[in-house]
């Protein structure tokens, strides 16, 4: 990476790596944490050399502090025989540094023809780099010698069928079951497989598109709509998007579709056969959207659509500016999900106004999305619920720290990403521990009263920038300064401490503690005399009540099948549409080696493909030996049909090499 062109001097190199990387003064003090952060000798120059990725974010190529992209153009072809794209990105460079003569992108399994400067027409010299396993290939492109400030780039080329970044969906695994799907989900680093760009959430850039597609099918991306044009029997789509935002959330979702309006800058968008349902969920939208802005600020992004995916898509939902893809799983029919929605409109602020540096400061992201989300619940339903929320929650993040191990460094909120991919690292942990750390110190300055203002003005003084921990603590201190109490604050054990985090707030449960008694009346039962839980008792109770009973018989001792039978005639379970109640329901099932559930599980994780509920029932399977080989034989059977992060991760649980 440190070539002589590129940095001639070893120890500009360490002063540069400090400054864009703010490295506080409490991580340089860290004796455990010095060799890998602080102490950058040339045993690190000789690793990130021999890498190529850059010091400023360990997950990419991309060189921004010399040559930065600024403006993305794309012209693109859908092919689903080829299950590819193919055309043209033209990227407007800024030379930073004006000695450089090169620019760097990242790229990933990218079929490149030529690259050319849009001005002249000339063409340009480039090089792909050698492959590196989960990263891709440097793209280092020589740029024209005339002294220009900025310059145009022209690259044609097409995707591979192998791109991460796209999902193809077979037209028998639709709702319609008439037209194949393709959609893309190119966080964290998976830009680069559709794109040639520089894939780092550090850099951020406006965007155009022009995608040509069948004439009989919708194209969405995270742009606003401008305008269809037919052409040669089939059709044109623009796009335009004015804010600048990182590589990741560029999206395109291209499918047989139809929308409905939900509110006066909301669609929901979906196949035909789910459309009225859709819509029934996602009523509240704006709603949400309006609470959101009260709590944030102003909402930049102009429309907030939203679209319902094939069930393999593997999260919730993708924060994606002007279009959400959420999961199908949402589907409840009664709304009890759609707080998922408020979590990916809090995201217009948290993560696409003001976004993490890079993946080592995810936290900043998440923590502050599930901060949010739980404030918009809160002012929707009441503070009772708010809380009940957060303190449901800690559990799951106990289990997912238990798993990891509670030393292992991937638990800190703040992380080293140096050979370690993004995907690697993905677990709840910054959603929940960094929740918890805000509110906390909402808790220290003073409650909501104080935190809200601050956040409004955190918001507006990073807006359209990508910043990290060092600069959020600064800019926090800085804020209130004038309070004392911020001084007994331990910045380093938060942000640099593996594990649950040491001071959990003290929450309003209530709400729990009426489960809580149906819980321990339940476990102590014997399964012979009068059970303890009736129908009345049921109707009580909310559906994040009964998500919350079930969470924590999952985090007992087996009960017995008897038991179970029974739990299952009050509640109903095997007949629920709720996901999050069939998850927990299942999970309780295997984990007491109910044999006959095992159907139900693998019919399940067949049709869904959210990360949430596919890797704990995957695990669960292969934990019980008797169902170890199913799992796996299931999982070689249909990883054709997953995204690639989810068969990526499944994998890994099932300890199979892909």
């Known amino acids: 990476m440190f070539d002589a062109l590129a940095f001639p001097n070893p120890d500009a190199v360490v002063t540069e790596i400090l400054t864009h990387r703010q490295v506080s003064p409490e991580r340089c003090h860290n004796p455990a944490r010095q060799s890998k952060t602080c102490n950058l000798n040339r045993n690190f120059i000789s690793t990130m050399r021999k890498s190529g990725l850059s010091p400023l974010d360990p997950s990419s190529f991309s060189r921004p502090e010399l040559a930065r992209v600024t403006n993305i153009a794309l012209n693109l072809s859908v092919n689903f025989d080829r299950k590819i794209f193919s055309g043209t990105t033209e990227l407007t460079v800024e030379k930073v540094d004006k000695s450089i003569k090169e620019v760097i992108l990242d790229t990933l399994y990218l079929n490149i023809s030529s690259v050319y400067d849009v001005d002249s027409k000339e063409k340009l010299n480039f090089k792909v780099g050698e492959l590196v396993a989960k990263y891709g290939s440097k793209l280092t492109i020589q740029l024209p ?55 780092t959430p550090g850099v951020k850039a406006p965007y155009t598109a022009t995608i040509s597609a069948p004439q009989e099918f919708t ?116 709304r009890s999900l759609a707080n998922v929605i408020a979590h990916e409109i809090a995201h217009s ?15 900043l992201n998440e923590g502050f999305t599930v901060f949010i989300e739980r404030k918009i619940k809160g002012r929707l339903e009441s503070r009772q619920s708010q809380d009940f929320d957060a303190y449901t929650h800690v559990g799951e993040l106990y289990e997912t720290v238990k798993l990891m191990g509670d030393t292992n460094p991937l638990t800190q909120l703040v992380v080293d990403l140096n050979g370690v991919h993004p995907d690697d690292a993905f677990s709840i942990v910054p959603y929940e521990k960094g929740q918890t750390f805000l509110r906390y110190l909402e808790n220290i300055v003073g409650g909501p009263a104080k935190m809200e203002p601050f956040m409004r003005a955190y918001f507006e003084e990073y807006k359209y920038q990508s910043i990290d921990s060092g600069t959020f603590k600064a800019y926090f201190q800085k804020y209130f300064s004038g309070m004392n109490i911020i001084n007994t604050i331990d910045w380093q054990t938060w942000l640099y401490s593996p594990g649950m985090p040491r001071v959990i707030p003290k929450y309003d449960i209530s709400l729990a503690v009426v489960c809580d008694e149906i819980i321990h009346k339940y476990l102590e039962w014997n399964g012979v005399d ?60 295997i984990m007491a080696r109910w044999e006959e559930k095992v ?20 695990r669960d399977l292969y ?36």
Request: one cysteine or more; a neutral charge; charged letters at 20%.
């Open 145 to 199: 010698e005339d002294e220009k400030a900025y310059y145009k780039i022209g690259i044609n080329y097409e995707t591979s069928p192998l791109a991460s970044g796209l999902q193809w969906i077979p037209a028998k695994c639709t709702a319609g079951k008439e037209h194949p799907f393709v959609f893309s989900q190119f966080q964290p680093t998976h830009a680069r497989s559709v794109i040639p760009c520089q894939d």
């Open 219 to 334: 194209v969405l991306m995270s742009a606003i709509r401008d305008g269809t044009k037919e052409l040669n029997g089939g059709k044109l789509s623009h796009f335009v998007q004015i804010v600048p935002m990182s590589s990741y959330l560029i999206a395109i979702a291209v499918g047989v579709l139809e929308s409905r309006q939900i509110g006066p800058r909301s669609h929901v968008w979906c196949e035909k056969e789910m459309i009225e349902e859709c819509a029934y969920e996602f009523a509240d939208t704006e709603h949400q959207l309006k609470v959101a802005e009260d709590l944030c600020g102003p909402y930049v992004w102009g429309i907030y659509d939203l679209l319902v995916l094939p069930p393999s898509f593997p999260y919730g939902g993708m924060e994606n500016p002007c279009l959400t893809f959420v999961t199908p799983t949402l589907l409840a029919g009664d």
């Open 349 to 363: 602020w948290t993560g696409n106004l003001v976004t993490n540096r890079n993946y080592e400061h995810f936290w």
């Open 530 to 589: 009068a059970a303890p839980i009736t129908v009345e008792d049921k109707e009580k109770l909310s559906t994040y009540q009964k998500i919350y009973i079930l969470q924590r018989l999952s985090e007992n001792p087996a009960q017995s099948i008897t038991k179970l039978q029974y739990l299952n005639k009050i509640f109903d379970f095997d007949n629920v549409k709720n996901a999050e109640i069939k998850f927990r329901w299942l999970r309780i099932c």
């Open 599 to 618: 159907e139900a599980v693998i019919n399940w994780i067949n049709v869904m493909g959210r990360m949430k509920f596919l890797r704990p029932l995957y």
């Open 623 to 658: 934990a019980w030996e008797h169902t170890r080989q199913k799992a796996i034989d299931n999982f070689k059977a249909n990883r054709q049909y997953m995204m690639h992060v989810s068969a990526y991760m499944v994998a890994k649980d099932l300890s199979i090499e892909l």
